[in-house]
């Protein structure tokens, strides 16, 4: 079946490092890929999407692009902030129902140190 | 534009109780969702409902657990018996319909088992 794969954190950063959080999926068909984030008590927020392969999202300095040939979506920013600590979560949109169910990842979360 | 809204944020119970939560969409959005996430782990489908048709319920969804969304407007999730195992965060999302369409997640709602 279809899945996710995150890497394990918590990733631990200084303010103004590079970042990258790595995701693999499993798919049949071609699925749209996301990131989401959620702070501390709060809900997912979509962070950035991408719907078919090569297309590349964006968001707040975020990036991530659809590499179907190595089925991947890394999430990457050129300079974190503290404020981008959170957990972030890959998710895949299976939609053989149908419909978008979403099969995510375990999360990472991250941390950013002043 | 309000988005997801969900009822209570917290809920606390005893064992055996019955509990019920509520979640009322984005206006526009036809596509409704529920997720469960446990601790340390990304959320998992549970149901999906087109209007006020639910037409997926995942196998994670006991015959204690029961959605509903009258006129297609709000859904309601209630869990009958509550068992420890069921102490989680639900997750409420919707979306317009469409396959490429994201989903836009509620705050949950963080149910604990006394």
């Known amino acids: 079946g279809n899945s996710v794969t995150q890497m394990e954190g918590p990733v631990t950063l200084s303010e103004e490092a590079f970042l990258t959080i790595n995701c693999t999926y499993t798919?049949?068909?071609?699925?749209?890929l996301f990131w989401y984030v959620q702070y501390p008590g709060e809900g997912l927020q979509l962070l950035l999407k991408?719907?078919?392969?090569?297309d590349k999202g964006s968001n707040k300095g975020f990036e991530a692009t659809y590499r179907k040939e190595t089925t991947s979506f890394h999430l990457e920013k050129g300079s974190v902030q503290v404020s981008d600590s959170a957990v972030y979560f890959c998710a895949l949109s299976d939609s053989s129902g149908g419909y978008n169910k979403l099969i995510f990842g375990a999360g990472t979360r991250l941390a950013v140190h002043p | 534009d309000t988005g997801v809204s969900q009822n209570p944020r917290h809920k606390i119970t005893k064992r055996g109780q019955n509990v019920t939560f509520r979640c009322d969409p984005i206006?526009?959005?036809?596509?409704l969702y529920w997720y469960r996430q446990t601790l340390g782990q990304g959320p998992e489908f549970l149901t999906y409902?087109?209007?006020?048709?639910?037409?997926?319920k995942s196998r994670l969804l006991s015959d204690r657990f029961s959605a509903e969304r009258p006129k297609g407007s709000f859904s309601t999730l209630e869990i009958q018996r509550t068992e420890q195992g069921d102490s989680a965060m639900y997750l409420c999302?919707?979306?317009?319909?469409?396959?490429?369409?994201?989903?836009?997640f509620g705050d949950g709602t963080r149910l604990s088992i006394l």
């Open positions: 206006s526009e959005h036809n596509r």
């Open positions: 991408a719907t078919k392969a090569d």
């Open positions: 409902f087109q209007n006020e048709a639910q037409l997926e």
């Open positions: 999302a919707s979306s317009l319909e469409g396959e490429r369409q994201p989903q836009h």
């Open positions: 798919a049949t068909g071609y699925p749209s």
